[in-house]
Structures are given as structure tokens and as C-alpha cells.
């Protein structure tokens, strides 16, 4: 049972290049969610989904875009990359909502140049 | 607007202290979450709750509902539980959308 896990560990882009964060879990959570962080700025919500092959907006979704075609797996794509988005990534998923715990996997670092 | 505030921003102990970290926020809550992140960087939820007290070993977390204000405590606190320690409101919808804290930095001196 491995959680959620979150591929890949580090990355470097150059502005305007484009990738795509893998979060997997294996707990058969039907929520899950996108975070990034950054200095003095805490967590914050990038896009969510409720479920397989749904997808929502959350506080910071501005350059990003997700999908969730499998209810195990939630990716999140970076179209062309500014140097705002360099930050830490996480993943998280849960049960279900609002009142249950959220686990989260254990990040990615991307610094855009 | 949701919002949470944390404080201290940063707490220095020594070894074998009681420990408090505050946490007040603006919107009624759904769940209100206290989790842990270590200087790897990894993040564990610690805590949820929506009323009263609840405990796990030396830790210990309560909430006040009607003054929007909840508390974190680590009782004969350990080098260990040196980490950031992070508060945040799922508000008072049902999707789990959490509102972080800033996060508070404690460091525990043997």
C-alpha cells in the first residue's frame, strides 16, 4: 500500500516549456486535490476533482489545467511554464470530503527558469 | 472570505516544554485540520476536527466553535517534534477544500 505518490520528484523547465505532475493513490479515495506552496504564502488550492472524470477550480488555477481520467490517478499540466510556477507541488486525496482526512504524497519540486 | 491566521509564525522550546500553537479563522468550518510537515518536507495530517478535544499521545487539539479559534498542544515536547505545524479550514462546504494557516516553525532544543 503505497499512499499517494507523486511523480516526478524535481523537476527544471525552462519558461514556456510544458509538463505534466503525476499523483497516484491506492486507496481508492474519490477525492483529491493540487496544492503548491511557496515561501510566505502557505498552501494553496490549485484544482480539485470529486471523482473520476471530473475536474474543479480552486483558489490558484490560473496556467494549469487537470484531468482525472482514472479514479486512481490525477494529473496536473503546466501548458507553458512561467517562472511564477516555480514552487512545490502536492497531492493529496481523500475518502471523501469536507470532515475527512486528506493524505498527502510527498511533493514535487519544479523550478522554471 | 476564508481566511486563517497562525500564531506564532515561529516557537523556540527547550526540551520537556508544553507547548501551544493558536489558530483562528474567519468562516464557519466543516472540519478544521491541524497537520505536520517535516523538514524533508513531507506532510501528515495530525488532526481533524469540528467540536470539543481530541488527543494522540502528547499531542492534543481543541476547538472553540463560537470564537472561530482552535489550539494545538504538544505536552513534554521532544527534538522531535521539531516540524512546521499547519492549521487549515475545509470552511463550510463538503468538498474538502482547504483554506492553510501560514504555518507555525518550532524548533525544540535538547
Known amino acids: 500500500n503505497a499512499g499517494v505518490t507523486q511523480t516526478p520528484k524535481f523537476r527544471v523547465l525552462k519558461t514556456g516549456q510544458s509538463m505534466t505532475l503525476l499523483c497516484a493513490q491506492d486507496?481508492?479515495?474519490?477525492?483529491m486535490y493540487w496544492y503548491r506552496q511557496d515561501p510566505g504564502m502557505g498552501l494553496r488550492l490549485i484544482h480539485y476533482?470529486?471523482?473520476?472524470?471530473?475536474?474543479a477550480k480552486g483558489e490558484v488555477p490560473d496556467g494549469y489545467n487537470v484531468s482525472r481520467l482514472k479514479k486512481q490517478n490525477f494529473l496536473l499540466g503546466l501548458e507553458s511554464a512561467a517562472p511564477s510556477q516555480t514552487s512545490v507541488y502536492f497531492c493529496?486525496?481523500?475518502?471523501?470530503?469536507?470532515?475527512?482526512?486528506?493524505?498527502f504524497g510527498p511533493g514535487t519540486r519544479l523550478l522554471v527558469l | 472570505k476564508n481566511e486563517v491566521e497562525q500564531s506564532p509564525q515561529n516557537l523556540t522550546a527547550q526540551e520537556g516544554e508544553f507547548i501551544t500553537i493558536n489558530c483562528s479563522y474567519s468562516?464557519?468550518?466543516?472540519?478544521l485540520h491541524w497537520l505536520q510537515q517535516h523538514p524533508g518536507g513531507g506532510i501528515v495530517s495530525l488532526f481533524m476536527?469540528?467540536?470539543g478535544k481530541k488527543k494522540h499521545g502528547r499531542l492534543i487539539a481543541t476547538i472553540n466553535i463560537q470564537e472561530k479559534h482552535s489550539s494545538l498542544h504538544i505536552t513534554a515536547s521532544h527534538p522531535r517534534d521539531s516540524a512546521v505545524y499547519i492549521c487549515?479550514?475545509?470552511?463550510?462546504?463538503?468538498?474538502?477544500?482547504?483554506?492553510f494557516g501560514q504555518g507555525t516553525i518550532l524548533t525544540v532544543h535538547p
Open positions: 493529496a486525496s481523500s475518502y471523501l470530503g469536507g470532515g475527512k482526512t486528506q493524505y
Open positions: 486507496m481508492n479515495h474519490e477525492y
Open positions: 476533482s470529486v471523482g473520476e472524470g471530473t475536474t
Open positions: 468562516v464557519g468550518i466543516s472540519a
Open positions: 476536527l469540528s467540536s
Open positions: 487549515a479550514n475545509a470552511g463550510g462546504t463538503s468538498y474538502g477544500k482547504l483554506t
